[in-house]
């Protein structure tokens, strides 16, 4: 149960009636996004419009790199008329216990606004908070354990740092606790930002390591929600390759120069757009890498976009037979391979897809990021299995002993 | 100043300053869309959950057709337990003297909650009751003429009959005035639906010719936001050509079997993201072809999406030298054009574009539709200059003497 809430859907995913997959239709599906987003360069100075003048605000923010590259300098400065509370420190999974100080602070402090400037993190980091201000429990871990939606909380912004995961346009939020190992997602219609700044210049600071995670996650967000079956969702299948072949024009272009404002912005409205809840509608979804790719995350400390690279190829060769279609439309689509029958040209797709990762500087094996992952396989089948899940994947056809294996392939 | 409210923008569409367009780069923008969008067969039902239960709500209707296909039995069947008041008769482009009646029904019956049940034209006309309802001025009329934002309207929904408008998910509308001969668009951040339902069952009973306009208008939305000057928004130039390409795949399915649910799906939802903000920000815009063929409208009583048939490949041609990157890049991607310099596919892809058109049997002269085209150039370019433009489109090169050209050469 928690995982499938990891999946920052913007509302409660419809699976596939039996109906539906019989007749191969476009799934019934409701929409709405109301995040405000401000795009482009100098567009921080406007969050002052957006937050109402009586705040006070909490600045929640990650290891300080803000102070370096001149995003904090203009926030303080955007905010000069506004009460202002610091809390920094939110670390890339954000912690639990981290985010409780924080949430002292809140209520010690009476803040009623919660400006993140960050990535996906702090941002993630924030809804928790915003959802936290408000819950009238005891426990604000039971809105993760529990899968408790969050109807209304405390009004936030975001002001992107890390272009990535999407967070900055959608509900959703991944939470860790390293007491008990545990890394848990939570939502609900409460916990959109009321606006999302999306300033490109900030790309130019960001080290190369994090733009391949960023791009790799993007794309694998884009995977996702499209490789399953076919059901004839011509537009929603198009919108996904044009952010898969955007984000591979952009990808070198990105690495070698990301201080170009084209480049850069391109490679932001990518993120953004990835995972904002649009393509995933009336369509089946997958995100059985994301659970595969989390446990490895808790277990290993592996980059999340890096757990998502070395588990999707896998995950695709093993289901080939179930996904070979919509592989195949990939591949010619974005790749432009048309030699082959279906499954040669899914098969070249799947390597095309490794490869593009391993161009980003991205291992896609466990075993270039930790030696001791003898028994990882088995760990990560247990684990899933642990948390209620029976199977996984738009067939409900990732079962214990599935993810078992291509765990285990991806050594 | 009227036509350029007439663009279904959702916040003012900034023109690129001098500095962007030296050096090409994406526009600053804001995107916002709160429109809560409920897909598929069978949501008209949910529309009792999402009006509040004490509303009296007036349902805004067109001709009729809806009591013959069985969409407003479903509508009453669903609000069963609201208090409605029925307004019927909306024409194809909503006559403010007839609004001005349904206005008279909302004040003395005490409505507060709109219900569209129609196509564009009914949507737009309910987007002006919402404003009008709480307008404070002497004359409704005054929001057209004097460009009046609508901050807060009356909340209002839609359950969409007729694909084409893209009205549904945006906030910007058309009133026609026939004792005056204007035709003047009004638009604001009040003028969002609070829902609508896109059902694609309602596609099987649509007559031909409508099918036929609702692809023309959609295809020219998006070639009104698409075909200016690169400027390396390359995500928004690629959902420009998702929504082309897959118009242009579905078509010929859709008027050959209206009545298939995957095909009217994906036309219905083509028609949605064509116009509801998405694919303008961050790009020129130029909507000039509209501009143009309002003016056809009011002249000559053709169908709206038919003056856009006329108007664009004139228009292209004329501008060729402005637009042959864009051109060409469409050519290319859309249209499979390979062969040839720049130029010769920018005149191709202008052909193409205009075949699409006939295929669809929509003729593309004005001497298809009119005998009494003598002086029609002329009254255009009049007319347009008359209500104060000096220059349409993204270079504001559309001069009166341009308009003139371009009409001319529809003759």
């Not at 290891?63 to 920094?88: P, R, T």
């Not at 480049?263 to 509608?281: D, R, V």
């Amino acid at each position: 149960m928690d995982l499938i809430n990891s999946i920052p859907t913007i509302e409660p995913n419809g699976e596939p009636s039996v109906l539906q997959i019989i007749q191969i239709i476009m799934l019934n599906f409701e929409l709405v996004n109301p995040v405000k987003i401000l795009f482009g360069k100098g567009e921080i100075a406007k969050i002052k419009k957006h937050i109402p003048n009586q705040a006070k605000v909490l600045l929640l923010y990650g290891k300080g790199s803000i102070k370096k590259n001149g995003i904090y300098d203009q926030v303080v400065s955007a905010l000069s008329d506004h009460a202002i509370v610091e809390f920094g420190g939110i670390p890339a999974n954000p912690e639990y216990s981290i985010l409780m100080k924080a949430l002292s602070v809140i209520k010690n402090e009476e803040i009623n606004f919660i400006l993140a400037v960050g990535g996906g993190s702090v941002i993630d980091g924030a809804k928790f908070l915003s959802s936290a201000a408000l819950f009238e429990g005891e426990e604000p871990w039971d809105i993760l354990t529990k899968g408790i939606r969050t109807e209304k909380g405390m009004p936030f912004g975001t002001v992107l740092t890390l272009p990535a995961t999407g967070s900055e346009m959608n509900s959703g939020s991944v939470i860790s606790r390293k007491e008990t190992g545990q890394k848990l997602g939570m939502g609900g219609p409460g916990l959109f930002p009321k606006f999302s700044v999306l300033d490109p210049t900030v790309v130019a600071s960001i080290p190369n390591r994090q733009l391949a995670n960023g791009i790799t996650d993007a794309f694998t967000h884009v995977m996702e929600q499209y490789m399953t079956y076919p059901i004839g969702a011509d537009l929603q299948d198009r919108f996904a390759e044009s952010i898969m072949s955007s984000l591979i024009d952009t990808a070198p272009k990105l690495i070698d120069n990301p201080s170009d404002y084209t480049i850069a912005s391109n490679f932001m409205w990518c993120c953004t757009m990835a995972l904002n809840g649009l393509i995933q509608k009336g369509v089946p979804n997958d995100w059985a890498i994301h659970a595969m790719g989390h446990e490895l995350t808790a277990l290993h400390g592996i980059d999340h976009a890096r757990t998502l690279a070395i588990i999707a190829p896998r995950h695709y060769a093993y289901f080939l037979e179930n996904k070979k279609e919509k592989l195949a439309q990939y591949g010619e689509r974005v790749w432009n391979i048309t030699e082959g029958n279906i499954e040669e040209r899914a098969k070249q797709a799947i390597e095309k897809t490794e490869s593009f990762f391993h161009s980003l500087d991205i291992p896609t094996r466990i075993s270039a990021y930790t030696n001791d992952f003898k028994n990882t396989a088995e760990k990560v089948s247990t684990a899933l299995e642990s948390r209620g899940w029976v199977a996984l994947g738009e067939h409900k056809a990732v079962t214990p002993d599935a993810v078992k294996e291509i765990v285990e392939a991806s050594y």
